[in-house]
């Protein structure tokens, strides 16, 4: 048995009952074209007739003085058509817009494309910040690395002469060391820069209120990422709040400032969370050293002022909370709990004696069930006891994220000196997360993880027998068989989303006469239905969490790539994992050349209802 797999977007391969695979439409392009010349030469004929029409009408009209007089009368009769055919064509150019969407609408095909849910939009701006980080963190990496060499350097050299050479020398320690301390910025952070940049903040004006796409129990892996949504705009501050420039929009009627979201996450000694209950402490005057004391008076002041006017304005606030999480790389994870009501604030001398606010919260009924609860005693033990209703703290990932699905990702092979520790042999390593396969009630089998999984770590390989295509047409009801169509996907042919960039491949530009049957149909394939692995018990979804990419490592034949599951998503525990197929619409026909439909049911917000 020879393990292989695929690239982005490839299409798992249903096999029909009697064994026969989908027949090939050849002539169906040539077909629609010579169908849509007929159709415009019959809207030419019907064009002309109608202006035609048109001048005959206005000269009518004019000849019985119910019309107003040409300004000026030298128009000639063949300008006047060119301007009726003008008036013409944008009665006829938006009446032909009005047609199409009306026949997108009815046939759910068309060129006008579905406006996406809130939920996928926040999927995708995750994770372009996702993308964002991983790129800077590879940069600091570097930076690091050529920092280590250049000191080891520097240490190996030769000690230079006393005077003015070690000033000298002193000079380029400290400036060195400035530059460092400037490139050392926080990747998280640089990633925040670089989405206000490309104005690519899904939520950049604040708003009162739940945010659509972001639902109770929401998990946000790092502050930063709230930032990215616009979910929270301060990655450090616990009180988002509306300043004095909403009072021209909007909220014009509202007194500012006026908080809109909170996060708890036990950074104030005086804090007590009971869950549907909160004593929250305003912001400031604490130490930030990370031992939560207080070191000097808070004032009634910009958040805390806000939430002061939440209360007398009866506006809910946006409450989360933040939890220690080992698999985190800030070391917690955010959980948005819901909308909670600022019913009451006082002033108080606090633990360490200095004045602190205090904020009453009640928490809004009629939402969803919280997904964790701060303190399960009830306040009967000197440190509060959570829980949380997922699975314990996962164990740290391992290194070696892919940043982005690309055309294909080539790792060390066997010519390499390198070891298996290799960083660039992520996909070599097996399954290193706990994965489970668990029945659901309408889809068969599926897989899940007990463990987190943070975006771009590898899953697992689509193992199987290694196949040519061609021999897999006596197989029958074998829904496990995976087309390796990694060089389909490179071109971009057969509606697949197309990742060429920068690839240069042998075996792409090296086509002949013979291979032309690549062009539409993959050579091999993964057949997984008699021996695979865990990979082919997972399901399709219209949104999936997972992405299928293209791996070479002990060749570079395209056609033989193996196939690689990476998380899409930061992932959290017994979540499904999920990936699209790739299906077109009414492209599968079963023995007796009739289309063959599947309904989906991924259950997504933007499901297209239909697998096949």
């Known amino acids: 048995m ?33 169908t849509s010349d007929r159709i415009k030469s019959k809207q030419r004929e019907e064009k002309e007739r109608l202006v035609r029409k048109r001048v005959q009408i206005l000269d009518e009209q004019e000849e019985k003085g119910n019309l107003r007089k040409r300004p000026n ?50 999927k995708d701006t995750l994770r372009l910040f996702n993308k964002f980080y991983l790129q800077l963190v590879q940069e600091e990496e570097l930076r690091c690395a050529k920092a280590k060499v250049d000191k080891n350097v520097s240490k190996g050299s030769k000690k230079t002469s006393k005077g003015s050479k070690k000033s000298v020398d002193k000079s380029k320690k400290e400036n060195t060391a400035e530059d460092d301390k400037k490139k050392s910025k926080r990747p998280d952070l640089k990633a925040i820069s670089k989405m206000m940049e490309a104005n690519a903040i899904m939520y950049p004006e604040k708003t009162i209120g739940d945010l659509p796409g972001i639902n109770v129990g929401h998990r946000f892996y790092s502050r930063a990422e709230m930032v990215a949504v616009g979910f929270h705009s301060h990655w450090l501050n616990g009180i988002d709040y509306m300043g004095q420039f909403y009072k021209k929009g909007v909220y014009h009627n509202y007194m500012f400032p006026l908080a809109v979201a909170i996060v708890i996450s036990g950074m104030y000694e005086d804090d007590l969370d009971n869950a549907e209950d909160v004593i929250y402490t305003g912001q400031g005057g604490h130490d930030l050293t990370g031992n939560k004391r207080q070191i000097r008076d808070q004032k009634l002041e910009r958040g805390n002022l806000a939430l002061k006017n939440c209360v007398e304005q009866c506006v809910p606030v946006r409450v989360v909370r933040g939890h220690e999480c080992a698999s985190s790389y800030c070391g917690k994870v955010y959980t948005y709990d819901g909308l909670y009501k600022v019913v009451q604030y006082w002033a108080e001398k606090g633990l360490s004696g200095f004045t602190v606010f205090k904020y009453r919260l009640r928490r809004l009924e009629g939402q969803p ?56 042999r992520t996909s070599q390593r097996g399954i290193k997360h706990r994965l489970e396969v668990f029945r659901t009630p309408k889809k068969g089998w599926a897989v899940r993880s007990w463990d987190f999984l943070p975006a771009g770590a590898p899953v697992c390989e689509y193992i199987g027998v290694l196949m040519r295509t061609e021999d897999t047409d006596h197989v029958c009801e074998n829904n496990y068989i995976f087309d390796i169509d990694c060089l389909q996907t490179m071109r971009g042919l057969d509606g697949r989303e197309r990742r060429l960039g920068d690839v240069s491949v042998p075996a792409i530009n090296n086509f002949d006469g013979d291979d032309q049957k690549s062009e539409s149909v993959p050579e091999f394939c993964i057949d997984a239905g008699s021996t695979g692995n865990i990979a082919r018990f997972i399901n399709h979804s219209c949104e999936p969490n997972l992405f299928v990419q293209c791996v070479l490592s002990s060749h570079h034949d395209v056609k033989l790539a193996r196939v690689m599951l990476f998380a899409a998503d930061n992932i959290p525990p017994m979540q499904e994992l999920t990936y699209d197929y790739g299906y077109a619409l009414d492209s599968v026909s079963g023995p007796d050349g009739k289309i063959i439909q599947m309904p989906c049911y991924c259950g997504a917000a933007d499901c297209r209802k239909r697998l096949l």
């Open 73 to 122: 009368a030298n128009v000639t009769e063949e300008e006047e058509v060119v301007m009726a055919e003008k008036l013409l064509n944008q009665a006829l150019g938006s009446t032909e817009k009005q047609k199409e969407v009306t026949l997108s609408d009815a046939g759910g095909v068309g060129n006008v494309v579905t406006e996406k849910s809130a939920t996928v939009k926040v």
């Open 2 to 34: 020879v393990e292989q797999c695929v690239s982005n977007g490839p299409k798992r391969k249903e096999v029909a009952k009697n064994g026969k695979k989908e027949k090939q439409k050849t002539e169906e392009t040539e077909t629609q074209r010579r």
């Open 369 to 424: 069930l919280l997904t964790t609860n701060q303190d399960i005693s009830g306040g009967q033990e000197d440190v509060p006891i959570p829980a949380t209703n997922l699975v314990d703290d996962p164990p740290v990932a391992p290194s070696g994220k892919l940043i982005e699905a690309r055309a294909v990702v080539f790792e060390c092979g066997p010519g390499c000196g390198c070891g298996p520790g290799c960083v660039n």
